[in-house]
């Protein structure tokens, strides 16, 4: 009887095991998008911080449409 109770311990933590990997393996999915995601918008924001010191980022005004205050 404590080799069947053993081996069903066995299979309950073989189990609990899968379970786990197959979270960590999502999680690592998520975290490796989610770190693209930020390189992109932290390349974004440097090149909106360029355009802006430079001053190549204002607007063209015979493009542009007045505020709605006009």
Do not use: F
Not at 13 to 28: F, G, K, S, V
């Amino acid at each position: 009887m404590a080799n069947s109770d053993t081996s069903e311990r066995i299979d309950s933590l073989e189990t609990r095991i899968a379970y786990q990997d197959q979270a960590i393996e999502d999680l690592n999915t998520a975290l490796t998008e989610q770190w693209k995601t930020i390189d992109l918008l932290t390349r974004k924001l440097v090149m909106l911080e360029e355009q802006v010191r430079t001053g190549s980022y204002i607007a063209d005004p015979a493009t542009e449409k007045p505020p709605p205050h006009y």
